[in-house]
C-alpha cells in the first residue's frame, strides 16, 4: 500500500519561507517520479512540481517557479517542497504523490487521489 506522510506544515508570514517533507513507504520510492500537489480552500487541486525517479527533469508551475525547490533523497525514501516567499495565495494542504512523467508532453501526472497521504496545511497569512 503506497503511502505518504507530509509533516512540516504550519502558519509563516507572507515573504516567509517553509520546507515541506514528504515520507514514502509502499513502493520503490527511487524507480518513481514524485510531484507535490495542492488544493487551495474551495479550489481543484494544483499540480505545482514534479521530479524524476534520479532527481532530473525538474518542473515547476508557474505560480511557483522561482519561489519553490523540489528535491528527493532516494536512500531516505523523501521528497522535499523548500518554499521561499510565501504568499497568502500559497495557503493550500500540500500533497505529494508518485507521478510519470510523460516526454511527449515535458510534463507530470500524479497517480490517483487514494494513494496520497493526508497532506499538510500551509497557512501564509500575517
Known amino acids: 500500500q503506497v503511502q505518504t506522510v507530509e509533516p512540516g506544515g504550519g502558519l509563516v508570514q507572507p515573504g516567509g519561507s517553509l520546507t515541506l517533507s514528504c515520507a514514502a513507504s509502499g513502493f520503490t520510492f527511487s524507480n518513481y517520479p514524485m510531484s507535490w500537489i495542492r488544493q487551495a480552500p474551495a479550489k481543484a487541486l494544483e499540480w505545482i512540481s514534479g521530479i524524476d525517479k534520479d532527481g532530473g527533469t525538474i518542473k515547476y508551475a508557474d505560480s511557483v517557479k522561482g519561489r519553490f525547490t523540489i528535491s528527493r533523497d532516494n536512500a531516505k525514501n523523501m521528497l522535499y517542497l523548500q518554499m521561499n516567499s510565501l504568499e497568502p495565495e500559497d495557503t493550500a494542504v500540500y500533497y505529494c504523490?508518485?507521478?510519470?512523467?510523460?516526454?511527449?508532453?515535458?510534463?507530470?501526472?500524479?497517480?490517483?487521489?487514494?494513494?496520497w497521504g493526508q497532506g499538510t496545511q500551509v497557512t501564509v497569512s500575517s
Open positions: 504523490a508518485p507521478s510519470t512523467y510523460y516526454t511527449t508532453t515535458d510534463s507530470y501526472r500524479y497517480s490517483p487521489r487514494d494513494s
